[in-house]
Protein backbone atom coordinates (compact mmCIF):
# COMPACT_ATOMS: atom_id res chain seq x y z
CA UNK A 1 0.00 0.00 0.00
CA UNK A 2 1.15 3.32 -1.02
CA UNK A 3 2.04 6.21 1.67
CA UNK A 4 -1.88 8.39 1.86
CA UNK A 5 -1.96 12.21 1.61
CA UNK A 6 -4.04 15.62 1.71
CA UNK A 7 -3.58 19.01 0.87
CA UNK A 8 -4.60 21.76 2.65
CA UNK A 9 -5.00 25.51 1.15
CA UNK A 10 -5.12 28.19 3.77
CA UNK A 11 -6.16 31.21 2.08
CA UNK A 12 -9.79 33.69 1.80
CA UNK A 13 -8.42 35.04 -1.06
CA UNK A 14 -9.00 30.71 -2.88
CA UNK A 15 -12.63 30.61 -1.64
CA UNK A 16 -13.40 34.47 -2.59
CA UNK A 17 -12.41 33.65 -5.84
CA UNK A 18 -9.82 36.13 -6.05
CA UNK A 19 -7.17 33.52 -6.47
CA UNK A 20 -7.37 30.47 -9.03
CA UNK A 21 -5.05 28.00 -6.73
CA UNK A 22 -2.28 26.08 -8.80
CA UNK A 23 -0.31 24.62 -5.78
CA UNK A 24 -2.85 21.41 -5.20
CA UNK A 25 -2.22 20.91 -9.46
CA UNK A 26 1.00 21.37 -9.25
CA UNK A 27 1.50 19.15 -5.74
CA UNK A 28 -0.97 16.44 -6.95
CA UNK A 29 1.13 16.16 -9.54
CA UNK A 30 4.34 15.93 -7.85
CA UNK A 31 2.97 13.09 -5.48
CA UNK A 32 1.61 11.12 -8.20
CA UNK A 33 4.76 10.65 -10.15
CA UNK A 34 6.91 9.20 -6.43
CA UNK A 35 3.80 6.91 -5.36
CA UNK A 36 2.09 9.23 -2.72
CA UNK A 37 -1.70 8.82 -3.22
CA UNK A 38 -3.44 11.99 -2.62
CA UNK A 39 -6.75 11.12 -1.26
CA UNK A 40 -7.92 14.66 -0.37
CA UNK A 41 -7.39 18.82 -0.79
CA UNK A 42 -9.49 20.93 1.07
CA UNK A 43 -9.49 24.54 1.03
CA UNK A 44 -10.36 26.87 4.32
CA UNK A 45 -10.29 29.91 5.33
CA UNK A 46 -7.75 32.07 7.36
CA UNK A 47 -9.59 31.20 10.59
CA UNK A 48 -7.71 29.87 13.67
CA UNK A 49 -10.36 26.96 14.59
CA UNK A 50 -11.06 25.66 11.60
CA UNK A 51 -7.59 25.49 10.39
CA UNK A 52 -6.91 23.53 13.69
CA UNK A 53 -10.18 21.27 12.93
CA UNK A 54 -9.17 20.35 9.64
CA UNK A 55 -5.19 19.61 10.68
CA UNK A 56 -6.05 17.31 13.29
CA UNK A 57 -8.89 15.64 11.21
CA UNK A 58 -6.59 14.93 8.07
CA UNK A 59 -3.37 14.30 10.25
CA UNK A 60 -5.11 11.26 11.77
CA UNK A 61 -6.85 10.33 8.38
CA UNK A 62 -3.72 10.33 6.03
CA UNK A 63 0.05 9.43 6.44
CA UNK A 64 1.09 13.21 5.20
CA UNK A 65 -0.85 16.12 5.53
CA UNK A 66 0.86 19.00 3.36
CA UNK A 67 0.01 22.56 3.72
CA UNK A 68 -0.12 25.59 1.76
CA UNK A 69 -0.40 29.49 2.57
CA UNK A 70 -0.55 31.82 5.85
CA UNK A 71 3.19 31.65 6.84
CA UNK A 72 4.17 35.57 5.99
CA UNK A 73 5.02 38.13 8.64
CA UNK A 74 1.17 40.27 7.75
CA UNK A 75 -1.53 40.07 10.69
CA UNK A 76 -3.48 37.26 8.42
CA UNK A 77 -0.76 34.71 8.44
CA UNK A 78 -1.63 32.82 11.38
CA UNK A 79 -0.79 29.24 10.02
CA UNK A 80 2.24 28.43 12.04
CA UNK A 81 0.29 29.33 15.59
CA UNK A 82 -2.97 27.62 14.03
CA UNK A 83 -0.31 24.16 13.50
CA UNK A 84 1.41 24.15 17.67
CA UNK A 85 -2.25 24.80 18.61
CA UNK A 86 -3.55 21.42 16.75
CA UNK A 87 -0.48 19.17 18.15
CA UNK A 88 -0.36 21.47 21.76
CA UNK A 89 2.62 22.29 21.88
CA UNK A 90 4.20 25.70 22.51
CA UNK A 91 6.00 28.29 19.31
CA UNK A 92 8.30 31.22 19.72
CA UNK A 93 11.08 32.19 17.27
CA UNK A 94 13.62 29.85 16.56
CA UNK A 95 17.42 30.55 16.57
CA UNK A 96 18.33 28.09 13.59
CA UNK A 97 14.89 30.34 11.90
CA UNK A 98 15.95 33.71 12.82
CA UNK A 99 19.66 33.37 11.45
CA UNK A 100 18.18 31.29 8.16
CA UNK A 101 15.82 34.94 7.43
CA UNK A 102 18.38 36.99 8.45
CA UNK A 103 20.47 35.93 5.47
CA UNK A 104 18.05 37.23 3.05
CA UNK A 105 18.59 40.66 4.63
CA UNK A 106 20.86 43.54 3.84
CA UNK A 107 20.40 45.14 6.97
CA UNK A 108 19.97 44.01 10.83
CA UNK A 109 17.27 46.11 11.33
CA UNK A 110 15.30 45.15 7.87
CA UNK A 111 14.33 41.94 10.37
CA UNK A 112 11.57 43.68 11.86
CA UNK A 113 9.54 42.79 14.40
CA UNK A 114 6.96 41.44 11.84
CA UNK A 115 8.83 39.58 9.62
CA UNK A 116 10.38 37.69 12.70
CA UNK A 117 7.22 36.24 12.72
CA UNK A 118 8.19 33.90 10.02
CA UNK A 119 10.33 32.47 12.64
CA UNK A 120 8.73 31.52 14.97
CA UNK A 121 8.15 27.49 14.72
CA UNK A 122 6.30 24.98 16.72
CA UNK A 123 8.66 23.41 19.32
CA UNK A 124 9.62 19.47 17.40
CA UNK A 125 9.31 20.86 14.23
CA UNK A 126 12.09 21.00 11.39
CA UNK A 127 12.57 23.49 9.35
CA UNK A 128 12.01 23.21 5.04
CA UNK A 129 14.47 25.26 3.23
CA UNK A 130 13.35 27.81 0.97
CA UNK A 131 16.04 28.91 -2.06
CA UNK A 132 13.67 32.01 -3.12
CA UNK A 133 12.83 33.82 0.03
CA UNK A 134 14.84 32.37 2.85
CA UNK A 135 11.48 32.32 5.29
CA UNK A 136 11.58 28.48 5.70
CA UNK A 137 8.39 26.23 6.25
CA UNK A 138 8.51 23.60 8.85
CA UNK A 139 7.36 19.86 9.17
CA UNK A 140 5.63 18.82 12.48
CA UNK A 141 4.59 15.35 12.51
CA UNK A 142 3.10 14.29 9.28
CA UNK A 143 2.02 17.46 8.60
CA UNK A 144 3.95 19.40 6.66
CA UNK A 145 3.80 23.42 6.42
CA UNK A 146 4.68 25.40 3.51
CA UNK A 147 3.55 29.30 2.05
CA UNK A 148 1.31 30.35 -0.11
CA UNK A 149 3.47 31.95 -3.07
CA UNK A 150 3.79 29.76 -5.97
CA UNK A 151 7.32 30.23 -6.30
CA UNK A 152 8.09 29.77 -2.63
CA UNK A 153 5.36 27.02 -2.42
CA UNK A 154 6.88 24.82 -5.35
CA UNK A 155 10.70 25.18 -4.05
CA UNK A 156 9.62 23.98 -1.14
CA UNK A 157 7.91 21.15 -2.23
CA UNK A 158 11.29 20.28 -4.30
CA UNK A 159 13.20 20.77 -0.66
CA UNK A 160 10.69 18.38 1.27
CA UNK A 161 9.88 15.57 -1.02
CA UNK A 162 13.47 13.52 -1.25
CA UNK A 163 13.04 13.08 2.40
CA UNK A 164 9.77 11.72 1.91
CA UNK A 165 9.23 7.61 1.47
CA UNK A 166 6.87 7.28 -1.91
CA UNK A 167 5.88 3.96 -2.89
CA UNK A 168 4.64 2.59 -6.32
CA UNK A 169 4.68 5.16 -8.69
CA UNK A 170 1.35 5.64 -10.59
CA UNK A 171 1.61 5.21 -13.73
CA UNK A 172 -1.00 6.21 -16.71
CA UNK A 173 -2.31 5.96 -20.18
CA UNK A 174 -4.15 8.58 -22.01
CA UNK A 175 -6.50 7.36 -25.44
CA UNK A 176 -8.78 10.19 -27.06
CA UNK A 177 -12.00 9.53 -28.55
CA UNK A 178 -13.78 11.94 -30.97
CA UNK A 179 -17.58 10.22 -29.96
CA UNK A 180 -19.28 10.99 -26.74
CA UNK A 181 -19.09 9.27 -23.74
CA UNK A 182 -22.56 7.37 -23.71
CA UNK A 183 -21.48 5.60 -27.32
CA UNK A 184 -19.03 3.83 -25.37
CA UNK A 185 -19.87 3.13 -22.13
CA UNK A 186 -21.29 -0.04 -22.15
CA UNK A 187 -18.12 -1.37 -23.81
CA UNK A 188 -16.06 0.73 -21.00
CA UNK A 189 -18.13 -0.77 -18.18
CA UNK A 190 -17.45 -4.39 -19.56
CA UNK A 191 -13.69 -3.40 -20.24
CA UNK A 192 -12.99 -2.23 -15.97
CA UNK A 193 -15.21 -4.85 -14.66
CA UNK A 194 -11.90 -7.39 -16.78
CA UNK A 195 -9.24 -5.10 -15.44
CA UNK A 196 -10.27 -4.67 -11.49
CA UNK A 197 -7.39 -3.69 -10.74
CA UNK A 198 -6.52 -1.11 -13.46
CA UNK A 199 -8.70 2.25 -12.30
CA UNK A 200 -10.62 3.58 -15.96
CA UNK A 201 -11.84 6.80 -16.15
CA UNK A 202 -13.88 8.98 -18.49
CA UNK A 203 -13.66 12.29 -19.22
CA UNK A 204 -15.52 14.07 -21.65
CA UNK A 205 -14.97 17.33 -23.09
CA UNK A 206 -16.62 19.96 -25.41
CA UNK A 207 -15.39 21.94 -28.23
CA UNK A 208 -16.63 24.00 -30.68
CA UNK A 209 -19.79 22.03 -29.82
CA UNK A 210 -18.97 18.78 -30.60
CA UNK A 211 -18.56 16.15 -27.34
CA UNK A 212 -15.31 14.07 -27.41
CA UNK A 213 -13.99 11.44 -24.22
CA UNK A 214 -10.62 11.66 -22.86
CA UNK A 215 -10.18 7.84 -21.27
CA UNK A 216 -7.28 7.45 -18.95
CA UNK A 217 -6.28 4.15 -17.54
CA UNK A 218 -4.17 4.15 -13.79
CA UNK A 219 -1.98 1.07 -12.22
CA UNK A 220 1.39 1.03 -11.16
CA UNK A 221 1.96 -1.72 -13.70
CA UNK A 222 2.82 -0.58 -16.93
CA UNK A 223 1.82 -4.27 -18.74
CA UNK A 224 -1.62 -4.06 -17.84
CA UNK A 225 -1.70 -0.81 -18.86
CA UNK A 226 -0.42 -1.42 -22.02
CA UNK A 227 -3.26 -4.36 -22.56
CA UNK A 228 -6.14 -1.80 -21.32
CA UNK A 229 -4.72 0.68 -23.85
CA UNK A 230 -5.02 -1.52 -26.94
CA UNK A 231 -8.35 -2.40 -25.94
CA UNK A 232 -9.43 1.50 -25.36
CA UNK A 233 -7.94 1.98 -28.99
CA UNK A 234 -10.35 0.01 -30.51
CA UNK A 235 -13.25 2.13 -29.45
CA UNK A 236 -11.91 4.78 -31.60
CA UNK B 1 -25.82 36.72 8.51
CA UNK B 2 -24.84 35.78 4.24
CA UNK B 3 -25.98 31.88 3.71
CA UNK B 4 -22.80 29.82 3.83
CA UNK B 5 -21.59 26.99 1.27
CA UNK B 6 -19.17 24.90 0.42
CA UNK B 7 -18.21 23.38 -2.70
CA UNK B 8 -17.71 19.69 -2.85
CA UNK B 9 -15.39 18.59 -6.09
CA UNK B 10 -15.28 14.64 -7.13
CA UNK B 11 -13.05 13.05 -9.58
CA UNK B 12 -9.61 10.96 -9.32
CA UNK B 13 -8.38 13.32 -12.26
CA UNK B 14 -8.33 16.23 -9.55
CA UNK B 15 -6.01 14.18 -7.56
CA UNK B 16 -4.07 12.52 -9.63
CA UNK B 17 -3.28 16.24 -10.63
CA UNK B 18 -4.28 14.88 -14.57
CA UNK B 19 -6.96 18.30 -14.08
CA UNK B 20 -6.73 21.63 -12.89
CA UNK B 21 -9.99 22.20 -11.71
CA UNK B 22 -11.19 25.46 -12.63
CA UNK B 23 -15.36 24.95 -11.17
CA UNK B 24 -14.08 26.06 -8.06
CA UNK B 25 -12.50 29.30 -8.76
CA UNK B 26 -15.63 29.68 -10.76
CA UNK B 27 -18.83 29.24 -8.48
CA UNK B 28 -16.14 30.68 -5.75
CA UNK B 29 -16.66 33.99 -8.00
CA UNK B 30 -20.45 33.71 -8.56
CA UNK B 31 -21.50 33.23 -5.38
CA UNK B 32 -19.15 35.72 -3.93
CA UNK B 33 -21.14 38.29 -6.15
CA UNK B 34 -24.41 36.98 -4.70
CA UNK B 35 -23.59 37.06 -1.21
CA UNK B 36 -23.42 33.38 -0.48
CA UNK B 37 -19.92 32.94 1.86
CA UNK B 38 -17.89 29.94 0.45
CA UNK B 39 -16.17 28.14 3.88
CA UNK B 40 -14.65 25.55 2.50
CA UNK B 41 -13.78 23.43 -0.74
CA UNK B 42 -13.16 19.96 -0.34
CA UNK B 43 -11.92 17.20 -3.32
CA UNK B 44 -12.29 13.67 -2.64
CA UNK B 45 -11.87 10.72 -5.35
CA UNK B 46 -15.03 9.29 -7.33
CA UNK B 47 -15.53 6.17 -4.26
CA UNK B 48 -18.77 5.88 -2.46
CA UNK B 49 -18.51 6.14 1.02
CA UNK B 50 -16.36 9.07 0.90
CA UNK B 51 -18.77 11.18 -1.44
CA UNK B 52 -21.24 10.19 1.17
CA UNK B 53 -19.02 11.00 3.99
CA UNK B 54 -18.15 14.23 2.13
CA UNK B 55 -21.66 15.47 1.00
CA UNK B 56 -23.24 14.49 5.03
CA UNK B 57 -20.29 16.32 6.85
CA UNK B 58 -21.04 19.60 4.52
CA UNK B 59 -24.55 19.61 4.44
CA UNK B 60 -24.66 19.18 7.69
CA UNK B 61 -22.49 22.49 8.59
CA UNK B 62 -23.47 24.83 5.35
CA UNK B 63 -26.43 26.72 4.05
CA UNK B 64 -25.68 24.85 0.50
CA UNK B 65 -23.21 22.20 -0.68
CA UNK B 66 -22.64 22.36 -4.30
CA UNK B 67 -21.09 19.35 -6.03
CA UNK B 68 -19.00 18.99 -9.26
CA UNK B 69 -18.39 15.70 -11.34
CA UNK B 70 -19.25 12.27 -11.32
CA UNK B 71 -23.13 12.80 -13.15
CA UNK B 72 -21.87 11.29 -16.62
CA UNK B 73 -23.31 7.82 -18.32
CA UNK B 74 -19.84 5.46 -17.75
CA UNK B 75 -19.33 3.50 -14.72
CA UNK B 76 -17.09 5.91 -12.87
CA UNK B 77 -20.28 7.85 -12.61
CA UNK B 78 -21.64 7.18 -8.76
CA UNK B 79 -21.98 10.78 -7.51
CA UNK B 80 -26.22 10.40 -8.35
CA UNK B 81 -26.35 6.85 -6.03
CA UNK B 82 -23.58 8.38 -3.23
CA UNK B 83 -26.24 11.49 -2.87
CA UNK B 84 -29.16 9.23 -2.57
CA UNK B 85 -27.67 7.17 -0.04
CA UNK B 86 -26.43 10.28 1.83
CA UNK B 87 -29.91 11.01 2.18
CA UNK B 88 -31.37 7.66 2.78
CA UNK B 89 -33.66 8.05 -0.54
CA UNK B 90 -34.48 5.81 -3.50
CA UNK B 91 -32.71 6.68 -6.58
CA UNK B 92 -34.61 5.15 -10.32
CA UNK B 93 -35.03 6.64 -13.51
CA UNK B 94 -37.59 9.50 -13.72
CA UNK B 95 -40.13 10.33 -16.44
CA UNK B 96 -39.07 13.98 -16.65
CA UNK B 97 -35.72 13.58 -16.72
CA UNK B 98 -35.89 10.64 -19.03
CA UNK B 99 -37.54 13.36 -21.65
CA UNK B 100 -34.86 16.03 -20.77
CA UNK B 101 -32.48 13.69 -22.46
CA UNK B 102 -34.04 12.27 -24.82
CA UNK B 103 -34.65 15.56 -26.48
CA UNK B 104 -31.04 15.37 -26.74
CA UNK B 105 -30.82 12.49 -29.44
CA UNK B 106 -31.81 12.18 -32.85
CA UNK B 107 -32.70 8.89 -32.47
CA UNK B 108 -34.48 6.99 -29.57
CA UNK B 109 -31.86 4.24 -30.14
CA UNK B 110 -29.27 6.40 -28.50
CA UNK B 111 -30.89 7.22 -25.18
CA UNK B 112 -29.28 3.31 -24.84
CA UNK B 113 -29.09 1.88 -21.13
CA UNK B 114 -25.76 3.69 -20.59
CA UNK B 115 -27.33 7.10 -21.16
CA UNK B 116 -29.86 6.17 -19.37
CA UNK B 117 -28.27 6.24 -16.64
CA UNK B 118 -27.79 10.10 -16.61
CA UNK B 119 -31.84 9.88 -15.68
CA UNK B 120 -31.57 8.23 -12.52
CA UNK B 121 -32.53 10.98 -10.14
CA UNK B 122 -33.10 10.60 -6.58
CA UNK B 123 -36.61 11.17 -4.69
CA UNK B 124 -37.70 14.21 -3.73
CA UNK B 125 -35.29 16.12 -6.09
CA UNK B 126 -35.73 18.88 -8.54
CA UNK B 127 -34.24 19.19 -12.03
CA UNK B 128 -31.37 21.65 -12.64
CA UNK B 129 -31.76 22.39 -16.14
CA UNK B 130 -28.41 21.47 -18.41
CA UNK B 131 -28.62 24.05 -21.92
CA UNK B 132 -25.40 22.52 -23.27
CA UNK B 133 -26.04 18.70 -23.41
CA UNK B 134 -29.36 18.35 -21.54
CA UNK B 135 -28.71 15.49 -19.34
CA UNK B 136 -30.07 17.54 -15.18
CA UNK B 137 -28.06 18.04 -12.64
CA UNK B 138 -30.35 17.97 -9.31
CA UNK B 139 -30.86 19.87 -6.15
CA UNK B 140 -31.67 17.22 -3.24
CA UNK B 141 -32.53 19.85 -0.08
CA UNK B 142 -29.60 22.43 0.44
CA UNK B 143 -27.06 19.69 -2.20
CA UNK B 144 -26.95 21.16 -5.68
CA UNK B 145 -25.57 18.17 -7.75
CA UNK B 146 -23.51 19.48 -10.73
CA UNK B 147 -21.70 17.84 -14.18
CA UNK B 148 -17.75 18.26 -13.63
CA UNK B 149 -17.20 19.39 -17.64
CA UNK B 150 -16.60 22.94 -17.35
CA UNK B 151 -18.83 24.17 -19.99
CA UNK B 152 -21.68 22.30 -18.59
CA UNK B 153 -20.69 22.84 -14.93
CA UNK B 154 -21.18 26.71 -15.67
CA UNK B 155 -24.41 26.28 -17.82
CA UNK B 156 -25.65 24.93 -14.56
CA UNK B 157 -24.43 27.30 -12.08
CA UNK B 158 -26.36 29.68 -13.96
CA UNK B 159 -29.66 27.57 -14.08
CA UNK B 160 -29.58 26.92 -10.25
CA UNK B 161 -27.94 30.77 -8.65
CA UNK B 162 -31.18 32.75 -9.63
CA UNK B 163 -33.29 29.87 -7.77
CA UNK B 164 -31.41 30.83 -4.31
CA UNK B 165 -31.47 33.65 -1.72
CA UNK B 166 -28.34 35.49 -1.72
CA UNK B 167 -26.91 38.18 0.85
CA UNK B 168 -25.13 41.48 1.55
CA UNK B 169 -22.68 41.01 -1.87
CA UNK B 170 -19.24 41.03 -0.16
CA UNK B 171 -17.44 44.06 -2.35
CA UNK B 172 -13.83 44.28 -2.51
CA UNK B 173 -10.94 46.85 -2.88
CA UNK B 174 -7.28 45.69 -4.13
CA UNK B 175 -4.33 48.24 -3.79
CA UNK B 176 -0.60 46.95 -5.16
CA UNK B 177 1.92 47.84 -3.89
CA UNK B 178 5.50 46.82 -5.15
CA UNK B 179 7.58 46.30 -1.48
CA UNK B 180 7.58 43.33 0.15
CA UNK B 181 5.17 42.32 2.74
CA UNK B 182 7.93 42.51 5.38
CA UNK B 183 8.31 46.08 5.35
CA UNK B 184 4.17 47.27 5.42
CA UNK B 185 2.81 44.69 8.08
CA UNK B 186 3.04 46.78 11.22
CA UNK B 187 1.32 49.57 9.47
CA UNK B 188 -0.95 46.98 8.26
CA UNK B 189 -1.56 45.48 11.85
CA UNK B 190 -2.58 48.82 12.82
CA UNK B 191 -4.99 49.53 10.02
CA UNK B 192 -6.92 45.66 10.28
CA UNK B 193 -7.23 46.65 14.08
CA UNK B 194 -8.94 50.27 13.29
CA UNK B 195 -10.94 48.62 10.64
CA UNK B 196 -12.56 45.07 12.95
CA UNK B 197 -15.30 44.98 9.88
CA UNK B 198 -13.22 44.44 6.82
CA UNK B 199 -11.32 41.66 6.45
CA UNK B 200 -7.82 43.02 5.32
CA UNK B 201 -5.65 40.15 3.01
CA UNK B 202 -1.98 40.57 2.28
CA UNK B 203 -1.05 38.51 -0.94
CA UNK B 204 2.48 38.72 -1.43
CA UNK B 205 3.85 37.69 -5.08
CA UNK B 206 7.46 37.10 -6.81
CA UNK B 207 7.83 38.38 -10.00
CA UNK B 208 11.41 38.82 -11.88
CA UNK B 209 13.13 38.43 -8.92
CA UNK B 210 11.08 41.08 -6.62
CA UNK B 211 8.73 41.17 -4.18
CA UNK B 212 5.53 43.08 -4.08
CA UNK B 213 2.13 42.96 -2.19
CA UNK B 214 -1.23 43.14 -3.38
CA UNK B 215 -3.84 44.37 -0.35
CA UNK B 216 -7.19 43.50 -0.77
CA UNK B 217 -9.98 44.98 2.04
CA UNK B 218 -13.65 43.11 1.72
CA UNK B 219 -16.55 44.20 2.94
CA UNK B 220 -20.01 44.64 1.94
CA UNK B 221 -19.93 48.26 2.93
CA UNK B 222 -18.24 50.30 0.02
CA UNK B 223 -17.93 53.49 1.95
CA UNK B 224 -15.88 51.55 4.87
CA UNK B 225 -13.77 50.07 1.93
CA UNK B 226 -13.00 53.37 0.72
CA UNK B 227 -11.77 54.57 3.89
CA UNK B 228 -9.82 51.50 4.40
CA UNK B 229 -8.34 52.12 0.22
CA UNK B 230 -7.44 55.61 1.03
CA UNK B 231 -5.47 54.01 3.87
CA UNK B 232 -3.65 51.25 1.85
CA UNK B 233 -2.94 53.94 -0.66
CA UNK B 234 -0.32 56.05 1.38
CA UNK B 235 1.68 52.66 1.96
CA UNK B 236 2.71 53.08 -2.00
Chains 1, 2 share one sequence.
Do not use: C, W
Amino acid sequence: MNPTAAILLIGDEILSGRTQDTNGNHLAKRLTAIGIDLREIRVVPDDSATIIEAVNALRAAYTHVFTSGGIGPTHDDITADAIAAAFGVNIDVREDARAVLASHYDSPTDLNDMRLRMARIPDGASLIDNPVSKAPGFSLGNVHVMAGVPAVFTAMVESLLPTLTGGAPMRSVSVRIDRPEGSIAAELATLAEAFPDVSIGSYPFVTHDRFGTNLVARSPDMTRLKQVEARLLTFR
